[in-house]
Each structure stands twice: as C-alpha cells, then as structure tokens.
T-cell receptor
C-alpha cells in the first residue's frame, strides 16, 4: 500500500510569510504526528492528531498549528515565518490508538522549508 | 516531560567492527523504546524496538538492550557494513502519549 505522502517536498519562503504543509497518511492510519528536524536537534515533536482531534502538542509557539480532516489527511501551518523555522518537517502516521499499543511510526519524506 | 539524551553524536567504525549507540531517558514511566535509521536524504525507518518488560531484543546483526533501573538503552550493530552508514535516532514513548527523540548519531562505516 502507498506510504506516507508529504507535499510540497521543497519550498522557499521569506520572513513574515506563512506556509501550509500537507500530509497524507497510510490508508487506515488515524494518527498523524508532525516533527521538525534540524541539524543537531534531532526530531522535535510538534503535535499529533487522532480522528480529527489534537491529542498532544509539543513545545512550539502558537505560530505553529495543524489540523486533521475526516479522511485522516493532515495539514500544518506556520505563520509569520522566522529564519529559525528553516527545517525539514516530517509527518508520521500510525495505527496506534495510544497507551501500550504504541505502534510503529511511518514517516513521510518530509517537506524542506527554507526561510530567507 | 521526558528528556532523551543520545551519545555519541558521530561514530566512525571500520567495516566488520561493532558499533554501539547509547540513550538515556528521564521519565521512569516510559515504556516503549524504538530505534529509527535515516539514510541520507531518506525518511526515518524503524529498525528495532523494545518494550519495558523486556531486557534485550535481537534481530540478526542488530540488538537493543534496556536497563530500566539506570534508565538507559543501547543499540548494538555487529559486523558493520557500509550500508549501515546512516543517522540513527532513539526514542522513548511516555504516558504523555508522545514520542521523545534523541538528537541522532551519525554512523560512518569505513570500507
């Protein structure tokens, strides 16, 4: 079956602009989580959605937001872009419902955002 | 919240040697510890995982050990090959229902 698909793969924005990234999970997966990857910082958790509800949120400012649609596709939005937002944004889908049934994370290839 | 530390940040080994990557975590309630491999320009992929009720798990040339008392877990790769060259991330899953990742180890296997 098709893997996790993220669009766009690459984008360049300028400071102050906003950006929307999209993630289509593996069919049947209802959990979608987002991570920011930067050199030396690893994978920083942004938020997780399950069945259209935000279940968890990481320690990022309110400029970072997301949502999930009824077909489990998810979008994340970053407003008022700053230079430090330049990163690879990864989404991951999982069949997990939470608790001990954690489930494997299946990652997309990421959206590489450059802020000039 | 949970804090996962990973060492070393870079590691170079000769082909055929073993490689060991170590992670420590702070939340004693963490109960699931996966390892992900990310090859250059590719997505992270799960290579092995361990749950808190198990002390060791092995899959061919890779193994993971968990010491709950000391709150650390390690990835062991034996008989390394050039295709093992990648960035490896450890993670801990907590009762807060989210994964916390380490900062990654860049492994280079020298032929």
């Amino acid at each position: 079956k098709a893997g996790v698909t993220q669009t766009p793969r690459y984008l360049i924005k300028t400071r102050g602009q906003q950006v929307t990234l999209s993630c289509s999970p593996i069919s049947g997966h209802r959990s979608v989580s987002w991570y920011q990857q930067t050199p030396g910082q690893g994978l920083q958790f942004l938020f997780e959605y399950f069945s259209e509800t935000q279940r968890n949120k990481g320690n990022f400012p309110g400029r970072f937001s997301g949502r999930q649609f009824s077909n489990s596709r998810s979008e994340m939005n970053v407003s008022t872009l700053e230079l430090g937002d330049s990163a690879l944004y990864l989404c991951a889908s999982s069949s997990r419902r939470g608790g001990p049934n954690t489930g494997e994370l299946f990652f997309g290839e990421g959206s590489r955002l450059t802020v000039l | 919240g949970e804090n996962v530390e990973q060492h070393p940040s870079t590691l170079s080994v000769q082909e055929g040697d073993s490689a060991v990557i170590k992670c420590t975590y702070s939340d004693s309630a963490s109960n699931y510890f996966p390892w992900y491999k990310q090859e250059l320009g590719k997505r992270p992929q799960l290579i092995i995982d361990i749950r808190s009720n198990v002390g060791e798990k092995k899959d061919q040339r890779i193994a993971v050990t968990l010491n709950k008392t000391a709150k650390h877990f390690s990835l062991h790769i034996t008989e390394t090959q050039p295709e093992d060259s990648a960035v490896y991330f450890c993670a801990a899953f907590t009762t807060g229902n989210q994964f916390y990742f380490g900062t990654g180890t860049s492994l280079t296997v020298i032929p």
